[in-house]
């Protein structure tokens, strides 16, 4: 079963790396925006206020779902010891690829194998520390991404007010006392953004770590109005990692251009030289590490039909704002995004060793 799933997972990746060449942070050209825009003007849906996420069926991992998808583990894996007592909230990214709406249904069988396989690739790395909930959401498609418009705001809002509707369930869930990790990619990671900004007071002590990937963060503009530090080190608890990765010569202009034309969070200009880069592979904040301290790259097999952990392939630098990926890079398949991009890969790249990362700040905040 998980190698059909695999397959499936590969053919999902060519579909968002074409997607996301022209949809992320506003990519393309006014023939694209035409193309990829959502039809006619965004309206609210009947039921638009949040659902009531005490029902499990909106929820595509949960520890009481039967087959959780958030278990998943490479083939030939050995689960390393019990699981720890953090409760994870992870919110995927963009899966709903179509124009004819702002904001996907709850439950919409084209992006259903999406979701499910984007939970198992990327959630999946912190089932070492806890159990992991991670919400269904009418999530904006990804057109809502082409413009800076009322529509796409309007989207944006209202995906943003199903995952803090979760939120509130997971915190319910998970209890007063259990430490909390959270994490996200792409428009999941721009929602944990906001989740930070809005809710980090509830948090308390309780957080292990932040896991904003796949969206930038200025440590002078943004940062501060999120109530959490950056990850300056290893060991560090209550505090946000991020990274972008790009291949060796990185191109981010395309993708930095827009961001840094936008409204900052805290105030003042962004710039590149101060998006936060927290090196995945060893836990610093602006460090490079060389493929042999990489505990393992999720790659494929030859035949794309299952997903092996391989240690010791890819390596990683921190280079003004960027991850730059280096080592031996496996053949990951034709899904590498404009300008060098490895946006697609920002958790396989590096799936051991975000799981060993994971593991550590929770033995540091427990001690």
């Known amino acids: 079963m998980y190698a059909r799933r695999f397959l499936v997972f590969v053919t999902v990746l060519t579909l968002l790396a074409v997607v996301a060449a022209f949809a992320f942070f506003q990519w393309g050209g006014q023939a694209l925006v035409s193309q990829g ?4 003007h965004f309206e609210q849906p009947a039921d638009s206020a949040p659902p009531a996420y005490a029902d499990a069926g909106l929820w595509l991992a949960r520890p009481d779902i039967a087959g959780n998808p958030a278990g998943w583990l490479p083939d030939g894996y050995a689960a390393d010891g019990a699981a720890g007592q953090a409760a994870v909230f992870y919110i995927h990214p963009t899966t709903y690829l179509r124009t004819d709406r702002w904001n996907a249904p709850y439950r919409d069988a084209n992006s259903a194998s999406r979701d499910d396989l984007f939970v198992r690739s990327q959630a999946s790395a912190f089932n070492g520390v806890g159990k992991i909930w ?5 999530q904006a498609a990804y057109g809502a991404f082409l413009l800076d418009s009322e529509d796409a705001r309007q989207a944006l809002d209202l995906a943003y007010r199903d995952v803090s509707a979760a939120f509130d369930e997971f915190l319910k869930q998970a209890g007063r006392d259990r430490p909390i990790v959270l994490a996200g990619h792409s ?3 721009l929602h944990l953004i906001r989740l930070l900004r809005e809710r980090h007071a509830q948090l308390g002590n309780r957080l292990v770590a932040a896991y904003v990937v796949g969206w930038p963060i200025d440590t002078v503009a943004d940062l501060p109005a999120l109530g959490v530090p950056a990850c300056n080190a290893p060991a560090d608890t209550g505090c946000v990692l991020s990274w972008m990765t790009f291949g060796d010569p990185p191109n981010p202009q395309v993708l930095l251009s827009q961001w840094q034309d936008a409204d900052s969070l805290a105030g003042g ?3 590149q030289d101060q998006v936060l880069c927290v090196n995945p592979i060893t836990g610093k904040r602006d460090d490079a590490a060389p493929a042999s301290a990489n505990p393992g790259t999720l790659v494929p097999d030859a035949t794309f039909t299952s997903a092996s952990l391989n240690p010791g392939v890819v390596g990683a630098r921190c280079t003004r704002g960027l991850l730059i990926a280096d080592g031996m890079l496996p053949a990951l398949g034709p899904f590498v995004l404009f300008g060098n991009n490895y946006h697609v890969y920002d958790y396989a790249l ?3 060793a975000i799981r060993e990362d994971a593991r550590r700040r929770l033995t540091a905040w427990q001690r």
């Open 269 to 271: 200009e962004r710039q």
């Open 37 to 40: 825009t959502p039809k006619g």
């Open 350 to 352: 590096f799936w051991g």
């Open 187 to 189: 428009q999941g990671a």
């Open 134 to 138: 991670a919400p269904r959401y009418r």
